[in-house]
């Protein structure tokens, strides 16, 4: 048993780990706390069980979770609005410990997603390192990025970043009590993947959350590299008023809506405006710049940051269809003149390139290589390559490369799949990573790579070959595999042609001819 600020916690112990489930950081933002920044905690009369994770900002399910290969990412915690909750897992409990702290974002976009599961567990992260890991829920989608503030900033002008000031006051929550759990709140790393790195990236921006952390971990997190104006969200939230039938006179009745009107709503929004406007926004007042502006990258100078990618971001998309894995040339260049419109001889010097990196590609191989360098990898070395110009702290990439065994190998490295790596979680994800032991051996790397990180921003350690920083002059990568090595402008090729194509809405490069053939 332990106390913090707001009461007495009972956990567990378990083979030398601790773990307290389902905290809250911040009250219940339901009903009159809807949209409205983080409240206080109520404090609780005796001991209060830590055993149960809590629930889930209601959502819709991720279609993800289905794929028998990716039935390690559901979770099974409820959903409702009083979703400002936390795990944290601890070796011991001295509050002198001071140890390293690693604050993991879940991913889901800013949709949904949650930070519980078995594989989100931190229990084995925190053993093996020594480190104290805090896993966080908040407010995602309708409820945590509603850009409201321009038809009444006094009432709803926190709502368009209400779950980035949800994991403000989960940040602050730490500062205040992660001592009773060993941790030190001046040793704070953050850790996102995909939406999770995203929000890290937004975080690095907010001038709420300067001080609550020192370094920062961006693993496969795009879309916060460019954080949207608010008036670019403004169709989507006029079409979510229209549907609710609320007139701008009338907001306040957003907060008397259950949650499941709320959703429907939302779910009819993006259907008309075809595309999801739930994010969040440069508002002048949480956020103030896109964090690879020179503005921006001046209020992070000071952070370390690592950025990370699997190897085939893009096959997790493709296997949508797996009609993909098997395409021929002359399919592979169909689709990349009906995409680009190139004619046949650029089609045939785009794909030159990327044989240039690996003579023994096969066409799908070539198309899976080129659409993760569009959606995830080139805007990722963009900004390493911008944290890097802007030469204050330093900023180190990695490329995970461990391929999956699944089905003979045809999903080859795709998005999400180093989370159970970071967590050393691998054998709960087995459907994924099978049980060849050469999986533990890649974990052990991975973590060890983000605990020494952690412990002083450099992430060398015992596991892996010397680790540069990345500059534009070498682009040192460390490729993460059975056997890591650093490489220096890995797939430089294929980063420079895929460089010089037209920018593509991710959402809408997944729709068109690249993905799913032409007409």
Same mark, same amino acid.
């Given at each position: 048993?332990?106390? %913090?600020?707001?009461?007495?916690?009972?956990?567990?112990?378990?083979?030398?780990?601790?773990?307290?489930?389902?905290?809250?950081?911040?009250?219940?933002?339901?009903?009159?706390?809807?949209?409205?920044?983080?409240?206080?905690?109520?404090?609780?009369?005796?001991?209060?069980?830590?055993?149960?994770?809590?629930?889930?900002?209601?959502?819709?399910?991720?279609? %993800?979770?289905?794929?028998?290969?990716?039935?390690?990412?559901?979770?099974?915690?409820?959903?409702?609005?009083?979703?400002?909750?936390?795990?944290? @897992?601890?070796?011991?409990?001295?509050?002198?410990?001071? &140890?390293?702290?690693?604050?993991?974002?879940?991913?889901?976009?800013?949709?949904?997603?949650?930070?519980?599961?078995?594989?989100?567990?931190?229990?084995?992260?925190?053993?093996?390192?020594?480190?104290?890991?805090?896993?966080?829920?908040?407010?995602?989608?309708?409820?945590?990025?509603?850009?409201?503030?321009?038809?009444?900033?006094?009432?709803?002008?926190?709502?368009?970043?209400?779950?980035?000031?949800?994991?403000?006051?989960?940040?602050?929550?730490?500062?205040?009590? /992660?001592?009773?759990?060993?941790?030190?709140?001046?040793?704070?790393?953050? %850790?996102?993947?995909?939406?999770?790195?995203?929000?890290?990236?937004?975080?690095?921006?907010?001038?709420?959350?300067?001080?609550?952390?020192?370094?920062? %971990?961006?693993?496969?997190?795009?879309?916060?590299?460019?954080?949207?104006?608010?008036?670019?969200?403004?169709?989507?939230?006029?079409?979510?008023?229209?549907?609710?039938?609320?007139?701008?006179?009338?907001?306040?009745?957003?907060?008397?809506?259950?949650?499941?009107?709320?959703?429907?709503?939302?779910?009819?929004?993006?259907?008309?405006?075809?595309?999801?406007?739930?994010?969040?926004?440069?508002?002048?007042?949480?956020?103030?710049?896109?964090?690879?502006?020179?503005?921006?990258?001046?209020?992070?100078?000071?952070?370390?940051?690592?950025?990370?990618?699997?190897?085939?971001?893009?096959?997790?998309?493709?296997?949508?269809?797996?009609?993909? @894995?098997? /395409?021929?040339?002359?399919?592979?260049?169909?689709?990349?003149?009906?995409?680009?419109?190139?004619?046949?001889?650029?089609?045939?010097?785009?794909?030159?390139?990327?044989?240039?990196?690996?003579?023994?590609?096969?066409?799908?191989?070539?198309?899976?290589?080129?659409?993760?360098?569009?959606?995830?990898?080139?805007?990722?070395?963009?900004?390493?390559?911008?944290?890097?110009?802007?030469?204050?702290?330093?900023?180190?990439?990695?490329?995970?490369?461990?391929?999956?065994?699944?089905?003979?190998?045809?999903?080859?490295?795709?998005?999400?799949?180093?989370?159970?790596?970071?967590?050393?979680?691998?054998?709960?994800?087995?459907?994924?990573?099978?049980?060849?032991?050469?999986?533990?051996?890649?974990?052990?790397?991975?973590?060890?790579?983000?605990?020494?990180?952690? &412990?002083?921003?450099?992430?060398?350690?015992?596991?892996?070959?010397?680790?540069?920083?990345?500059?534009?002059?070498?682009?040192?990568?460390?490729?993460?595999?059975?056997?890591?090595?650093?490489?220096?402008?890995?797939?430089?090729?294929?980063?420079?042609?895929?460089?010089?194509?037209?920018?593509?809405?991710?959402?809408?490069?997944?729709?068109?001819?690249?993905?799913?053939?032409?007409?």
């Amino acid at each position: 048993m332990i106390e %913090i600020e707001s009461g007495k916690l009972r956990g567990r112990y378990v083979e030398g780990v601790f773990s307290f489930r389902g905290i809250p950081y911040a009250a219940d933002t339901g009903g009159a706390h809807r949209f409205m920044a983080p409240q206080p905690v109520v404090n609780w009369a005796g001991v209060r069980d830590a055993f149960a994770e809590g629930d889930r900002c209601p959502q819709v399910e991720e279609r %993800i979770s289905q794929m028998p290969m990716f039935a390690w990412y559901a979770q099974d915690s409820s959903f409702s609005e009083n979703c400002c909750v936390l795990n944290v @897992f601890t070796p011991g409990l001295q509050p002198g410990a001071r &140890r390293p702290v690693m604050f993991y974002i879940h991913g889901g976009g800013y949709a949904s997603g949650g930070g519980g599961g078995s594989v989100l567990d931190g229990s084995k992260l925190a053993a093996m390192g020594d480190v104290v890991v805090v896993t966080v829920n908040h407010r995602l989608n309708v409820f945590g990025y509603t850009c409201l503030g321009h038809l009444d900033a006094e009432q709803f002008g926190d709502a368009a970043n209400a779950g980035q000031l949800d994991l403000v006051a989960a940040l602050q929550w730490v500062q205040r009590n /992660i001592t009773a759990f060993g941790g030190d709140p001046g040793n704070v790393t953050l %850790i996102g993947e995909s939406g999770g790195g995203n929000k890290v990236m937004v975080l690095l921006t907010m001038p709420a959350a300067r001080g609550l952390f020192q370094r920062a %971990i961006n693993m496969s997190g795009v879309s916060g590299l460019q954080v949207a104006a608010p008036e670019q969200t403004e169709p989507y939230v006029d079409a979510l008023l229209k549907t609710l039938g609320i007139g701008r006179g009338a907001l306040h009745r957003l907060r008397t809506l259950s949650a499941e009107a709320l959703l429907r709503a939302r779910n009819a929004a993006m259907k008309a405006v075809r595309g999801d406007g739930a994010q969040p926004v440069v508002d002048g007042r949480h956020v103030q710049e896109s964090p690879l502006t020179p503005a921006g990258l001046a209020l992070h100078a000071s952070i370390p940051l690592i950025i990370g990618t699997t190897d085939t971001e893009a096959t997790l998309f493709l296997g949508e269809d797996r009609r993909n @894995f098997q /395409i021929d040339e002359g399919e592979l260049s169909a689709r990349i003149r009906a995409q680009f419109g190139m004619d046949g001889a650029g089609a045939a010097a785009l794909v030159a390139a990327y044989l240039r990196d690996d003579p023994g590609c096969s066409a799908a191989d070539v198309l899976a290589y080129l659409s993760s360098d569009l959606l995830a990898r080139g805007p990722l070395l963009r900004a390493a390559e911008a944290k890097a110009c802007a030469g204050q702290a330093p900023v180190y990439v990695y490329n995970f490369a461990w391929r999956v065994p699944a089905e003979g190998g045809v999903w080859r490295s795709p998005h999400m799949v180093d989370i159970p790596f970071a967590f050393g979680t691998v054998d709960s994800a087995r459907c994924m990573t099978g049980s060849d032991p050469g999986r533990t051996v890649v974990a052990d790397s991975l973590m060890a790579a983000f605990v020494a990180f952690a &412990r002083g921003g450099d992430p060398n350690n015992q596991c892996m070959p010397r680790w540069m920083p990345y500059e534009t002059t070498d682009r040192a990568t460390m490729v993460v595999n059975e056997r890591c090595r650093l490489e220096h402008d890995f797939r430089g090729a294929g980063r420079i042609a895929s460089a010089e194509l037209r920018s593509f809405e991710p959402a809408a490069l997944r729709r068109g001819p690249l993905f799913r053939g032409p007409d």
